[in-house]
């Protein structure tokens, strides 16, 4: 069985089934995947042959962190391939305004299967619907989103209900700059109130919660109907000291639109990784099919057991394009079970940062229009 069709079989599954069937395909998808990276990156294959590791050493789930992992800052100063120049059809970044950006390749198959996974994500939330719904995307309009991983992942969630009407909040100004105005969002959102249709906002929670704020303000109450959603995604980043906890954000979002708490969804992720980890309605980060994550002690990288916080590393056989196999990020986190959704897969609770100023994603850039 080849690579890509041990991850066409990966992604038959449905995004949060657990048990022994998803284990062994995920199990063959990466060993095909570490023997794909191997043969075809030099890097990666030194790393490994340095590391004594050989993927035939991947025999369960807890062989999975021996897998010779890249921190994230890796990508910011190396562009590692695993196909040649003339198959990459995408390269996303993630930082902004540092300097330091991490180059993310993607060959059709791996873009296909983003989106993929991303689909089934949301189809295992719930969150796929056939009545059409108004946008309000707190991401980059395209025309200005250039390379910007979260600008691209942002607007691939306005595809899951038909679109009656969309206005992306950051657009070009006058002069082409990024241009974002509070007043001129709730000026959309009173439009959209009288079609009587559901609204979807997707996009950074900063911008999110300036609007928020704004209504708050100016005392302005829309009451949309119970299919409306948010999905905030991209992070605080840079505006971290705006940000306000899950409960304060859901309370006034419920006053001043009608979106109970369960209809407000986070996603977490990052560029170098590229898998979605999606809040469910009670609120808590799940760990799909497509990947396997783990907490590292920092300093001895021990792998710590579950309940125990520490730095996320994660694994996922979905990139043939750059070996971003294993990849350490520098987020704290901790890893949970038995969530009261139902869902069976592990659960994550994000803990805090490591090294902030040296992992700003492309949010850091969109926040620079919140200091206007």
């Not at 969150?127 to 309000?136: A, I, M, Q, W």
């Not at 950074?204 to 100016?218: D, G, K, S």
């Not at 979605?276 to 990288?301: D, I, L, N, Q």
Request: proline share 6%; with cysteine; hydrophobic share 45%.
């Amino acid at each position: 069985m080849s690579v890509t069709e041990s991850l066409a079989r990966l992604f038959e599954l449905d995004a949060y089934e657990a048990g022994e069937r998803p284990d062994a395909r995920f199990l063959h998808a990466v060993r095909d995947a570490c023997a794909w990276h191997m043969e075809r990156c030099e890097i990666f294959r030194t790393l490994c042959c340095q590391e004594g590791f050989s993927p035939e050493q991947i025999r369960n789930i807890g062989d999975l962190p021996r897998i010779p992992w890249l921190m994230v800052n890796v990508f910011k100063r190396y562009h590692l391939t695993s196909v040649p120049e003339s198959e990459i059809v995408a390269t996303f970044t993630s930082s902004g305004t540092t300097g330091q950006a991490s180059h993310i390749a993607w060959d059709r198959g791996s873009m296909e299967r983003q989106d993929a996974m991303r689909a089934a994500i949301m189809a295992g939330m719930g969150l796929v619907s056939d009545r059409p719904v108004n946008y309000l995307i707190f991401a980059y309009a395209p025309d200005i989103a250039g390379a910007k991983g979260a600008a691209h992942a942002q607007s691939r969630y306005a595809g899951f209900a038909p679109a009656a009407d969309s206005f992306y909040a950051i657009h070009a100004g006058e002069k082409g700059e990024p241009a974002f105005d509070a007043a001129e969002c709730i000026d959309r959102l009173r439009a959209f109130s009288v079609t009587g249709l559901p609204v979807r906002m997707i996009g950074f929670p900063a911008f999110a919660w300036r609007v928020l704020c704004e209504m708050e303000r100016t005392d302005v109450r829309l009451l949309f109907p119970e299919e409306s959603l948010f999905i905030l995604a991209g992070g605080w980043k840079a505006a971290r000291n705006e940000a306000v906890p899950k409960t304060v954000f859901a309370d006034i979002a419920a006053a001043r639109l009608g979106i109970p708490a369960t209809r407000i969804r986070d996603v977490y992720g990052f560029v170098e990784h590229g898998v979605p980890y999606m809040t469910c309605e009670a609120g808590r980060f799940h760990v799909p099919v497509y990947s396997r994550a783990f907490v590292r002690k920092p300093g001895t990288m021990e792998v710590l057991p579950k309940g125990e916080r520490g730095l996320l590393h994660v694994v996922s056989p979905y990139n043939l394009a750059q070996p971003s196999l294993a990849v350490l990020s520098t987020d704290y986190v901790i890893l949970g079970d038995d969530c009261p959704c139902g869902k069976r897969t592990a659960t994550m609770e994000i803990a805090g940062r490591a090294g902030v100023s040296k992992h700003q994603g492309c949010a850091i850039t969109a926040a620079e229009l919140l200091k206007k």
